[in-house]
């Protein structure tokens, strides 16, 4: 700071805590030191508010390590000139993150290639529009190495070559807040490798699980239509020549409670809705399927769409998904009425008949249509739903729920047919894409999850 002080270079100023300014040195006086912002004002602050800048010369520079001084309000700077340009990209190295202001950037993704040690890293501003960077004319470029812009392409790039060359397996992780971009990142690393490793068809089948599980996996919140309530690593496994010859997803902490309850203004998992909107007439009839807006489960948050989206369209992409991932038909079946059985839990009420507030199950549509999907006898569900048993020395005693265990104990159910549904439908993805045939060990792992924006308690290193 001493060599910008006295040759009066350009710096940023802290007048107030929450913004920087950028300004030029006129004069120091003792510790008074006078700055021409920008915007034409004068300032006179001590240099301890003051943090040096980089000369314009280094604006927008696409790796941080190139800027002459890398502290926070110069990174946010650069990050905010190449954003307007929609470059929304930019390189680093991990030592360079520095959590004062890596956590305070909004939207941004961080991908490591790791092999023992820390990887390069990549910023993704999420641009929140459709921007003209995608798609197969990069990726060639990025294959044949025609450029050197900093891109999750390029970061996938590294990760398969080192992977061919040293034969060691590589991990991608991508960390960020909430709507920072992850999963659509996650998507574009994976393209880029499927378009590598395309062989057989199975880089459409690695693709394609993306829409299953995001059918399943993700909801709208307040803060992103599509946010993934699931953390997903998914492991893609190449030849020695680089073909994907297969691929294993592992999911993490699904958010169970979502099924039965959520904010105001936010939605449950995209497939309920996709189902009730998208199903044929035969599936209707056979899941006793009525509308989204006749489920209790779904309409208690007082939002049954998102602008913009088709659910029914949606329902027959997943569909073309499962076959895709070959999915049997059976199976499908067995899932929709899971799910259905899921909303029809939802719409099974109570009648208190005591002081003590002991309940019966009141007879009606979901507890009969509930009963007949799971395949059980009304009197069945009943029990299992409104008492419990007790054992008193040697025997068992049933005991009435009251108001409140009753509907836990059916939110319960209804949780955890979902959570198992998920877990089910993983297992048959990964038993589809061949887990566990090959071991080839070479493999790319892209993580996908949400949870480890703090950088100053994430240790690259030894996340992996
Ligand atoms: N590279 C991109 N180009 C265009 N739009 C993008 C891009 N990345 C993200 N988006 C937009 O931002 C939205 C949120 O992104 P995404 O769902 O990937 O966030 P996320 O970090 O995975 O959030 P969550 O943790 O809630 O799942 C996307 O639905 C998409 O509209």
């Known amino acids: 700071m001493d060599y ?76 905010q000139y190449r954003y307007s340009r929609d470059h929304i990209y930019v390189r680093t190295i991990h030592q360079a993150l520095d959590c004062s202001w890596s956590t305070q950037c909004l939207f941004i993704c961080v991908l490591l290639s790791l092999q023992t040690k820390a990887g390069p890293v990549l910023i993704a501003i999420n641009p929140l529009k459709e921007v003209p960077l995608y798609g197969k004319d990069l990726i060639r470029k990025y294959r044949q190495k025609l450029t050197n812009d900093p891109h999750v392409y390029a970061i996938a790039d590294i990760a398969f070559n080192e992977m061919l060359r040293d034969g060691i397996n590589q991990s991608i992780i991508i960390s960020g807040e909430s709507g920072a971009g992850k999963t659509e990142t996650a998507k574009i690393a994976m393209q880029y490798l499927a378009a590598l490793g395309g062989a057989n068809g199975m880089e459409s089948e690695v693709l394609q699980t993306n829409v299953i599980l995001e059918a399943l996996g993700n909801a709208k919140t307040s803060r992103n239509d599509n946010s993934s309530r699931f953390g997903k690593l998914i492991e893609m496994h190449f030849s020695e020549t680089g073909k994907i010859c297969g691929a294993k997803i592992q999911t993490f902490l699904l958010e169970k409670s979502r099924v039965v309850r959520r904010a105001p203004g936010e939605r449950s998992y995209h497939i309920f809705y996709q189902l009730c909107s998208g199903a044929s007439p035969l599936h209707r009839k ?42 049997s038909g059976e199976n499908q079946m067995e899932l929709f009425s899971m799910l259905a059985v899921v909303l029809w839990l939802g719409n099974i009420s109570f009648s208190v008949i005591d002081n003590e507030n002991h309940v019966e199950v009141d007879s009606n549509e979901g507890l009969a249509n509930a009963a007949k999907l799971l395949g059980c006898s009304v009197p069945q569900l009943v029990i299992a739903l409104s008492t419990r048993k007790i054992q008193a020395g040697k025997e068992n005693i049933v005991q009435r729920l009251t108001l409140t265990q009753a509907l836990d104990a059916r939110d319960a159910l209804a949780k955890s047919i979902y959570a198992h549904l998920f877990d089910w439908i993983v297992e048959q993805i990964n038993h589809s894409l061949g887990t566990g045939r090959q071991r080839t060990r070479r493999s790319i792992s892209i993580l996908d999850i949400y949870g480890f924006e703090s950088f100053n308690k994430m240790a690259l290193n030894s996340s992996v």
């Open 286 to 327: 056979k899941l006793l399927l009525r509308d989204a807006n006749y489920y209790n489960y779904l309409k208690q948050s007082a939002c049954l769409r998102i602008d913009g989206v088709d659910d029914a369209k949606r329902f027959s992409s997943l569909l073309g998904a499962l076959d895709i991932v070959q999915i």
């Open 4 to 79: 910008v002080l006295q040759k009066k270079l350009r710096v940023w100023c802290s007048a107030s805590d929450e913004k920087w300014e950028l300004g030029q040195i006129q004069s120091i006086s003792g510790d008074d030191v006078e700055i021409h912002l920008v915007n034409g004002e004068v300032l006179t602050l001590p240099p301890e508010r003051l943090l040096p800048a980089n000369p314009d010369i280094l604006d927008g520079v696409d790796d941080l390590i190139q800027m002459s001084y890398l502290n926070e309000p110069s990174v946010l700077y650069n990050l």
